[in-house]
């Protein structure tokens, strides 16, 4: 084993600070990561503050962080993806068993026995659990590292990790392709990705906001039309077009205002996740033979392809580059979505502790 520095959280109350944490020595088939870009997810504040217990409890110290960037500094004797000085991303798994239906249909984010970059029991036995991307350097298993594009900024690629593959992978599975008709509920770290991938894929993408202000960014990040969602007679214009619909929003909203905007077998995707169920109306979906569905990341082929998608079109995140010393500073702006759209942090900041 060996000594890095990490900024952790020693309880749900307590701010992320300076911390030394252990890594495993790098095993034949592992990869040895210089951490030099860290995205911050609304996940890691939930993990930090233990919201999530009923689905996930938190283990303390937890050292967050699964949007990793960085350059590879050594390779295990079995490893052959991967060399010395290589680009490579960590995003949110970094084991499952291998074996089982999911993992090999590629779905290893549904394996019963996924191990998530942090806080997910360490098999390696280094620590009681796993810790993620903000440290210097993380030791990962090739099977869950991934190539990153060399002509795309850096910073920009680090939420791709979460955010983009989160997106990407329904627009994917639902057949989002040139002619579509896709809306984007919501405008934040997700819906700003929805919509650059999207119209990469050659859809009409229509962004759906509470907020009017935001219409000349949907049209920026490549939006063709932009609807005030509180505006009935500018939604009642839409009912029963959308091929698909990917909702973003994380906070309690009117699903079935959405399901009525679906043509026959269309589909909403749901990758905000609401802390309160949403009430669906029968006739929402019976009318239309519409569907509701959900999907979180996706495999590590499918993480691999979005990643190379965004090397060919040129898509990074919208981020706001950060020290690590402001960490808790932005968990207090994310939490007041004072963010366009992703806070992504430098973790050469980190090597001054």
């Avoid at 043509?263 to 019976?286: M, Q």
Wanted: glycine share 8%; with cysteine; hydrophobic share 40%.
């Amino acid at each position: 084993m060996y000594n890095t520095k990490a900024y952790s959280a020693a309880s749900a109350t307590s701010p992320l600070a300076s911390d030394t944490i252990a890594r495993r020595d790098p095993t034949e088939h592992d990869v040895q990561i210089e951490i030099l870009f860290c995205g911050i997810c609304h996940s890691d504040v939930h993990s930090v503050r233990d919201e999530w217990s009923d689905f996930m409890s938190t283990t303390y110290p937890i050292v967050p962080g699964h949007e990793i960037v960085g350059r590879v500094t050594q390779v295990g004797s079995a490893v052959t993806k991967f060399k010395s000085g290589d680009l490579a991303g960590v995003g949110c798994m970094v084991d499952s068993d291998g074996h089982c239906p999911n993992c090999k249909a590629g779905f290893e984010q549904f394996c019963q026995n996924v191990i998530f970059t942090y806080n997910s029991p360490d098999k390696h036995k280094t620590a009681p659990v796993t810790y993620g991307g903000y440290s210097d350097s993380i030791v990962v298993d090739e099977r869950f590292v991934l190539r990153v594009p060399p002509n795309l900024d850096l910073a920009g690629v680090a939420p791709l990790l979460c955010a983009g593959i989160t997106t990407y992978s329904p627009l994917r599975h639902w057949g989002v392709t040139e002619g579509k008709k896709v809306g984007v509920v919501g405008l934040g770290g997700l819906g700003h990705m929805g919509v650059k991938l999207a119209h990469a894929m050659g859809a009409h993408v229509v962004v759906f906001t509470t907020s009017p202000d935001k219409k000349e960014d949907a049209l920026r990040l490549g939006a063709d039309e932009v609807v005030v969602s509180r505006n009935a007679d500018e939604m009642q214009k839409h009912a029963g077009s959308f091929d698909f619909i990917l909702d973003t929003v994380a906070a309690k909203h009117d699903i079935n205002a959405y399901l009525n905007l679906l043509r026959l077998d269309g589909n909403i995707t749901l990758v905000g996740a609401p802390e309160k169920p949403l009430d669906v109306a029968a006739f929402s979906l019976i009318m239309g033979r519409r569907s509701l569905s959900g999907s979180m990341i996706g495999g590590i082929a499918e993480t691999q392809e979005m990643l190379d998608f965004c090397g060919e079109h040129n898509i990074t995140a919208d981020v706001e580059v950060i020290p690590i010393q402001k960490v808790n500073e932005a968990y207090e702006r994310l939490l007041k979505s004072d963010v366009k759209y992703r806070f992504v942090i430098d973790m050469a900041s980190l090597k001054s502790e």
